[in-house]
């Protein structure tokens, strides 16, 4: 998918609730290009322009188990301390 | 290894990544506009939606980049820039520290090769040279004498080898041509085993080389080699002529090897340092057949080395030498009579012994060196600060957007560090250049100048004080521009006051701190300048004008006899007072101005006990004292019927140091053997050295055992130029087994005797004016910077009445404080310096008001004139311009 793509995908995604300042996107992908977690070819996309397409690699889907684990945890313990305090 | 390819590929993926965002911008334009929306409105709704589009970029370009390196090296090509822009800023600045560093890293060098590297022998650090004090000589430290150092061998076993050795100028032929004259050394067979140098080619002295009688046989060394025999592979066995006598080479020694010339290691330590003493080229043995030796004396005719044994000390063996002596003393004829510790030995690490002397000299020139180095570097860090102040804006502006303060400095320093860089570079090239120059013509005797040359030692120091002259120099404005307060620069209009007081007055403080060092360096240069001045025109006793001197060696095979060397001489005399050139023409027996030699007892016979100060006995022929015009005191001079007479002539110390008051003339005389009759006395001359007081001389007629050292002196008609060629020409001719060893103008020689305290002083002067110079420099430089940041006050003063010459005036006082400040500091500093330097000076006194007063006058216009410049264009500005705002 490539970074244009990935915008929509997000905002529709999350019906609207995420809005993510578009532009941070890019700085984001090159980092994480260049540690290695996702990989990218340049392609064309359906409306014929050429762009860069992203795709996951191993590594990245490890790094992304790891940072979704330590998310949920990170919920877990968020709405822990919130149903104690409701309650 | 990815990340590696990608780094690889920076630069693509940074394109890359801009254009993908470009890419994106395009694609949400493009949806836009299919809604409806105009393409304008489209485009720009898309850029808000994006976000900061200039930051984005960057931050994505910057994941791929090494930012802060990228920084530095932007930052760079924007100073290199930046001057050439400012080509005369530039240009100055690298040739001051151009000059700096190169005279730093030469001086280093000198200072390295000479003193700190340790000497090129096998544990050098062992080698002494042995001393003996004899107090019946004076008890100075002297050569030895031979036959002492042979009862040490045998007795201290604080020496695994002793040796003995003395040098001298011979002439040498490597065949049947005529000699040339050549450094030699005469030493025990020993000589390379107590150095522990092993010849390359051949073999090394067997113990009994030089047996008289023996084979007769030289070691050469590798210069010898290459000069005599052009570097023949079958040298070994090939004869060499010395004096006129064939020896077999039986060794070359390997090319490191260098043996101190006749200069370095002296026999009498007090004697004048003559100049141009060639490197020893020949070894020669000789085996000392001590029972003809006598015990009481032949000192200071040779020079002994010894090493150490293992585990005995410097102090140790002496002591253990000091014990050998006072039996020596108990058993030598006389010895008895004398005193306890009348008879004394010293020792002195050989390196001190050879490089001692110069020691003091080489590091005040280094002092000197780093001196002008720091005022060059506080020099540029004025002018820099100067330059920095008037883009303190462009500082306030980075800042004002977000410049890290690191940034802001290192900009600032970069640009120092390519001037001094590139001052460096120059450097080298200048620094290698003149060792170069120094080598081949050294106006000093430096001990191991062969063994100067630009090491990477002395490039390593040439580094490090090139980065360290430019963080001097740029550490000031560069700490002002990062600490720069970006609201106060930002709200001034450009002409109203540039940067804080505080900038000013740092400025202001580094022109007194740079005047101060000046002061005190042209006031030590005046002093020495006074010294050898006095040195040159105080009454010498003799006159060095118009004449020239010749020394000439006889070859012992065909003068070994006296009678062939009065024929000789006489006939040299004759040809040359025939010449229409010559005045008046003598012969005598030392060279002028080279210290005391042929010292000897004199005493008056009916005073047989009497302890008598030692003269130096002269042989001359008649007329010797009209050519050198010494002054009759009492008596007479020479005359040709003195030939077959026992009379002598005392210098006027002598005279009244035997017989007081009474009148000398008839009295009689022992010396040399003989009893003379006094005849004359001529006034005190300083002939032998013109920084000492006369010596206590005693002249001879040469007839009487005619020494085989010969030396003519003639006194031209008309001037001294070209006696000495003449000199050479007439002494060839009389015979083809004389050759000159050398001829000079007598002045040459004055000059020559005292090329120490020239070289120190013209260095001075040279440093002197430099320092001047670069005073001057600043001060120029702080006033105009000034004035500019005045100008609004001086326009305000000027429309408010105020002439020009109170404006002069007002700037000029400006200097004038630090100027004057620096002054008085640096007086009173130099009455305490002057104080160490003392006996490097020659009747110049401390306190030496001629040279304050000229001094403070010469500072005092060399800072109007450097102030005169800007002073006049603040006051012909027009109060219109000044006032007019920014």
Not at chain 2, 666 to 686: E, H, P, W
Request: aromatic share 8%.
């Amino acid at each position: 998918m490539h970074g244009y793509a990935l915008v929509e995908v997000i905002k529709r995604t999350s019906d609207n609730l995420l809005q993510v300042e578009e532009g941070s996107l890019y700085p984001a992908l090159q980092r994480m290009l260049k540690s290695g977690w996702v990989a990218a070819e340049w392609g064309v996309s359906s409306t014929n322009r050429r762009v860069r397409i992203y795709r996951i690699t191993p590594a990245g889907r490890k790094q992304l188990e790891r940072k979704v684990s330590s998310f949920e945890r990170m919920l877990q313990g968020i709405a822990r301390v919130m149903g104690t305090s409701e309650s | 290894m990815r990340i590696l390819r990608y780094l690889l590929r920076r630069r693509i993926s940074q394109q890359e990544a801009a254009a993908e965002i470009e890419g994106h911008l395009d694609e949400r334009a493009t949806e836009l506009m299919d809604a409806g929306i105009p393409e304008l409105e489209a485009r720009a709704q898309a850029s808000r939606e994006f976000g900061n589009l200039a930051l984005l970029t960057e931050e994505s370009r910057a994941v791929w980049g090494w930012t802060r390196l990228e920084a530095m090296i932007l930052d760079f090509r924007l100073a290199l820039r930046g001057l050439r822009k400012n080509p005369g800023f530039a240009l100055t600045a690298i040739l001051t520290l151009g000059v700096g560093i190169g005279a730093s890293t030469a001086v280093f060098t000198v200072v390295d090769s000479v003193i700190l590297k340790p000497l090129a022998y096998e544990q050098s650090a062992k080698l002494v040279a042995v001393w003996e004090h004899a107090a019946a000589i004076g008890g100075e430290a002297v050569g030895p004498n031979p036959r002492h150092v042979d009862v040490w061998s045998q007795r201290a076993n604080a020496f695994s080898g002793l040796t003995s050795f003395s040098q001298g100028v011979r002439g040498v032929s490597p065949g049947a041509e005529s000699p040339r004259p050549v450094g030699l050394v005469v030493c025990q067979p020993n000589l390379f085993q107590v150095l522990r140098t092993v010849p390359r080619l051949g073999r090394d002295f067997r113990a009994d080389d030089g047996k008289t009688g023996g084979p007769a046989v030289a070691i050469l060394t590798h210069a010898a080699w290459q000069g005599l025999f052009s570097g023949d592979p079958g040298v070994i066995g090939r004869v060499i002529r010395v004096d006129d006598m064939p020896r077999e080479v039986v060794g070359v020694l390997p090319e490191g090897f260098h043996f101190p010339n006749g200069n370095t290691l002296r026999s009498f330590r007090s004697v004048e340092i003559k100049k141009g003493v060639p490197e020893p080229w020949v070894f020669v043995p000789t085996v000392f057949d001590y029972a003809q030796m006598e015990w009481n004396g032949n000192y200071g005719n040779w020079v002994t080395l010894g090493r150490l044994a293992d585990g005995f000390s410097m102090s140790a063996a002496t002591a253990q030498l000091k014990g050998i002596q006072e039996q020596l003393r108990q058993q030598i004829p006389g010895g008895g009579n004398q005193k306890p510790g009348s008879l004394s030995a010293s020792l002195q690490s050989l390196q001190e012994a050879m490089v001692g002397d110069s020691g003091q000299g080489i590091w005040l020139l280094m002092a000197a060196v780093g001196g002008l180095l720091l005022l060059a570097c506080l020099n540029l860090a004025n002018a820099q600060l100067g330059r920095a102040v008037s883009s303190a804006r462009d500082a306030a502006v980075r800042a004002a957007l977000g410049a890290a303060r690191w940034r802001l400095l290192w900009s600032v320093l970069i640009e120092n560090v390519v001037l001094s860089g590139m001052g460096g570079a120059l450097g080298i090239v200048l620094a290698y250049v003149g060792l170069k120059l120094f080598r081949t013509h050294s106006p000093i005797d430096l001990p191991r100048l062969a063994e100067v040359e630009l090491n990477p030692g002395a490039l390593l120091f040439c580094m490090a004080i090139t980065i360290a002259a430019g963080i001097v120099a740029g550490l000031l404005p560069g700490v002002r521009f990062a600490s720069a307060a970006p609201h106060g620069s930002l709200q001034q209009a450009s002409t109203r006051t540039l940067g804080s007081r505080n900038s000013h007055r740092v400025r202001v403080w580094l022109i007194g701190a740079q005047v101060f060092g000046c002061t005190v360096l042209l006031l030590i240069t005046g002093l020495f300048s006074r010294s050898l001045l006095h040195l040159l025109q105080q009454d010498k006793g003799f006159e060095t004008e118009r004449a020239a001197i010749a020394e000439a060696r006889l070859l012992s095979k065909h003068f070994g006899d006296a009678v062939a060397r009065v024929r000789l001489i006489d006939g040299v005399l004759a040809a040359l007072r025939s010449s229409a050139e010559v005045e008046s023409a003598a012969y005598f027996s030392a060279m002028p101005l080279e210290g005391e030699s042929w010292i000897e007892f004199a005493r008056r016979p009916e005073r047989q006990g009497e302890n008598v100060p030692m003269v130096n006995a002269r042989w001359v022929s008649p007329g010797y004292f009209e050519a050198i015009r010494q002054k009759l005191v009492a008596g007479r001079f020479f005359e040709e019927r003195d030939r077959e007479l026992s009379n002598v002539i005392v210098s006027e110390g002598e005279a009244r140091a035997l017989w007081g008051a009474e009148n000398p003339i008839g009295g009689q005389l022992n010396a040399l053997g003989k009893t003379f009759t006094v005849i004359g006395v001529v006034g005190d001359s300083r002939s032998t050295s013109v920084k000492r007081a006369p010596a206590r001389m005693i002249y001879v007629h040469y007839g009487y055992r005619t020494p085989s050292q010969t030396f003519f002196i003639a006194r031209g008609t008309h001037g001294a130029e070209t006696l000495p060629a003449l000199m050479r020409q007439v002494i060839s001719a009389q015979s083809p087994h004389v050759f000159v060893a050398r001829t000079k103008t007598l002045n040459a020689q004055l000059n020559d005797s005292l090329a120490r305290e020239r070289f120190q002083t013209f260095v001075l002067i040279a440093f002197g004016a430099s320092a001047l110079l670069l005073a001057m420099l600043g001060i120029y430089g702080v006033l105009s910077y000034s004035v500019a940041a005045r100008k609004q006050e001086i326009g305000l003063r000027m429309a408010l009445g105020a002439s020009r010459s109170s404006v002069y005036a007002l700037t000029m006082r400006e200097a004038g404080f630090p100027v004057a400040g620096g002054l008085a500091a640096g007086l009173a500093v130099s009455f305490w310096i002057v104080r160490l330097i003392d006996k490097f000076l020659y009747g110049a006194k401390a306190v030496d008001l001629p040279v304050i007063a000229s001094v403070v006058l010469l500072f005092a216009s060399a800072a109007t004139a450097a102030a005169f410049f800007p002073a006049r264009h603040a006051a012909s500005a027009n109060p219109m311009d000044a006032l007019r705002p920014d």
